[in-house]
């Protein structure tokens, strides 16, 4: 089976590039399936049961989506295998902009999308610069000026990824983004010592711990303050 | 590449900046230093913090300069003359009713049909530059050739700029700040004076003219338009320009047009509007996912525009008549 680690900020159109992706994957007889994380609702999965896909949908409620992601892929991998897919593709949001879930044997996608702004790039850290491919959208409706700056910031930050606009409306460049992703040869049974592309953010301070009272005799473990300037102790 | 110092780095690599800009790194008290040396310099804590990935920086480098450098190098061997189409088949499997179509730089095709007919998909063909390996069998040819592949995978080499009537300008940026965004983009030579022709350009074309310091996003529907195309005609680094229909509010498309054509652009324009659609030589008939015939503009269809042109005119006098008060009387259409 292949796996596909697919993930944007929310809303830069994942869902609509993998669907439009994955009907091109139809044609060829390759059978799809998709894995929904995300944090406190989706109804993607509908979307994706409407267009006849097998899909699963993971909410990590009360823990980082990421942090939930890593600790599920590999049984997320069981159910592909289970199912008998030959292309397995999971779908996460990066809400804080830091993490990023791809796997180093495992090829990553990483949705962008040019509204999002010229600084976007820069915001975004290991999620779009450890990324394989870079998949641009939404360059139907900004000028090609700014595609075209956006463009080159984000090889600047990741010049090796393959960087690609697909429109997720009308699907123009999904069937392009599919023919570079499944690969015949890889054949996935377990994902159990793989690794991750780039530490996930530590934490466990008191708010992680479900702590709700503001100030500092509240506050234990790993605490970072804020840098104001001026005269500080 | 990577054993000097950053300051001889980037007396040699001027665009290595960039690198360093976009990947937030302060290399300002480290010039002396070699790029690694910089990178060491970084405590654990501040790594970890910033989500630095020193192996990949240091990696990346050279990549990203090599890839910097072809950009640059490109302007004379990578030059486009001509874009040919090979048939392909339509969604019934019926091959396509043509047998090859060459579209020169200065040429403007034009290409109709139905929403959803295809059109879309032909230029998905030509910005892939198909090799028969895409849903309608097609193949591109560049300058008479198959293509490079980097058309396809570079993300700064990309073969088609697009204009459509849904684009809109959504940086917060002033006229002359946006462009000159644009044109260090490119790592163009001397960019205020190309900001200097783009602006002449979209003021010419615009019926309105703007101000250098106007931010881009309160420019009117016409002036955005005259800017978007002035700017692409000047600096995008596209041969191929697809305009998906100009709407016909405040801006001389018929300029527009030569615009892009007198600056080496092959042109493709979606359009159904008669006074665009014979301005072109030939256009594509478009049907069922694939082209059902080509045309060409006859003599007769040429003579046809120019009066076409001047009920156009006459809908324009009257316009602008209302926008300055005036009533319009029967007279108008008396010469």
């Known amino acids: ?233 | 590449m990577t054993n000097i110092s950053i300051k001889k780095l980037l007396e040699e690599y001027p665009f290595a900046a960039a690198y360093f800009e976009q990947n937030k790194l302060t290399i300002a008290g480290f010039e002396d230093q070699t790029f690694e040396e910089f990178l060491n310099h970084f405590s654990e804590e501040e790594l970890e913090d910033q989500a630095i990935d020193k192996a990949k920086l240091l990696s990346d480098l050279p990549v990203y300069l090599d890839q910097m450098r072809q950009f640059l190098g490109m302007e004379n061997d990578r030059l486009v003359h001509s874009l040919t189409i090979l048939p392909g088949h339509d969604k019934s499997g019926t091959v396509e009713g043509f047998k090859e179509l060459t579209v020169e730089t200065s040429q403007i095709i034009s290409i109709v049909g139905p929403t959803g007919s295809g059109k879309s998909r032909l230029l998905a063909d030509i910005e892939w530059t198909a090799q028969n390996d895409t849903p309608t069998g097609r193949s591109i040819l560049i300058n008479g050739e198959v293509p490079d592949m980097k058309w396809r995978y570079s993300s700064n080499n990309k073969l088609v700029a697009q204009l459509s009537q849904n684009m809109n300008f959504v940086m917060d940026l002033t006229v002359v700040d946006f462009l000159r965004m644009h044109a260090e983009s490119r790592m163009v030579q001397d960019p205020q004076s190309v900001i200097n022709r783009i602006i002449a350009a979209a003021n010419d074309l615009a019926g309105e003219k703007f101000e250098l310091s106007t931010p881009v996003t309160s420019l009117s529907g016409g002036q955005s338009r005259a800017l978007m195309i002035a700017d692409t005609a000047i600096l995008s680094s596209s041969p191929i320009v697809l305009i998906d229909e100009i709407e016909n509010a405040g801006i001389d498309r018929k300029k527009a047009l030569k615009l892009l054509v007198t600056s080496d652009k092959i042109v493709l324009m979606a359009t159904h509007d008669p006074l665009l659609a014979l301005m072109a030589d030939k256009r594509i008939v478009i049907k069922n996912g694939g082209i059902n015939h080509v045309i060409y503009t006859s003599e007769e269809e040429k003579q046809l525009l120019d009066k076409l042109e001047k009920m156009d005119s006459l809908i324009q006098t009257a316009r602008q008549e209302l926008r300055s008060g005036n009533t319009l009387s029967p007279d108008l259409l008396a010469n």
Not at chain 1, 99 to 107: F, G, R
Not at chain 1, 135 to 146: C, F, M, N, R
Request: charged share 20%; proline share 4%.
């Open chain 1, 1 to 233: 089976m292949n796996l596909i680690v697919f993930s944007g900020p929310p809303s830069s159109g994942k869902t609509s590039v993998i669907l439009k992706t994955i009907s091109s994957f139809h044609d060829k007889n390759i059978k799809v399936g998709v894995v929904k994380f995300d944090c406190l609702y989706t109804d993607d999965d509908v979307a994706y049961e409407k267009a006849g896909i097998p899909v699963k949908k993971g909410l990590s409620g009360a823990l980082c989506p990421d942090h939930f992601f890593a600790s599920n892929i590999e049984e997320v991998v069981n159910w592909g295998n289970e199912e008998k897919l030959d292309l397995l593709i999971t779908e996460s949001a990066g809400l804080c902009n830091r993490c990023s879930p791809y796997l180093k044997e495992v090829k990553g996608v990483c949705v962008i999308d040019n509204l999002s702004g010229i600084n976007t790039p820069k915001k975004i850290g290991p999620m779009l610069k450890s990324a394989d491919f870079v998949v641009i959208t939404k360059g139907d409706i900004v000028s090609q000026a700014e595609r075209e700056v956006f463009a080159s910031c984000v090889s600047s930050v990741n010049p090796r990824a393959i960087t690609m606009h697909v429109n997720g409306l009308t699907g123009q460049g999904a069937y392009e983004l599919a023919s570079l992703l499944y690969d015949e040869n890889q054949n996935i049974q377990t994902v159990q010592g793989m690794r991750l592309r780039f530490p996930m953010p530590s934490a466990l301070c008191s708010y992680c711990l479900g702590e709700t009272r503001i100030g500092e005799a509240y506050q234990m473990g790993n605490v970072k303050k804020i840098d104001l300037g001026g005269d500080k102790k």
